[in-house]
């Protein structure tokens, strides 16, 4: 099965207009953007951008040390995993499903990504 293949079967069946490129699908649903990629092992990752961390070391400091409490108190209720990017700029959510995963639990983690977005902005990005 191509890299693709997966990916581009759920984008089609459930994402009008959806056009994987290199194993990738990127998602939009309101204001929060969903990358949909395949990993080397067969499971399929998905992340969303929370917020850009403050240049200002203060401030990165207090965002990370609330979204670190944020995390640890959602650990048990969920599969979702908080993330930093590769240049320390960006908190992210990452879940992901196994290759044996059925369309109906890709579209699962999705909506519950997305979700968990939301509510991670609303703790995050509360003044």
Do not use: Y
């Not at 240049?87 to 059925?102: I, K």
């Amino acid at each position: 099965m191509s890299k693709d293949s997966r990916i581009a079967r759920w984008g089609a069946q459930h994402v009008s207009g959806a056009q994987p490129r290199e194993g990738r699908l990127a998602l939009s649903f309101d204001d929060v953007r969903v990358s949909l990629s395949e990993l080397s092992d067969g499971r399929l990752l998905a992340q969303a951008r929370i917020v850009d961390l403050p240049l200002a070391p203060g401030r990165r400091e207090t965002l990370v040390q609330r979204a670190m409490q944020c995390s640890l108190a959602r650990l048990g209720s969920n599969s979702l995993a908080l993330v930093a990017d590769a240049e320390e700029a960006a908190l992210w959510l990452q879940g992901s499903v196994e290759p044996t995963a059925t369309d109906m639990d890709i579209s699962a983690m999705v909506e519950r990504l997305i979700n968990e977005i939301q509510a991670w902005r609303e703790v995050l990005c509360a003044r």
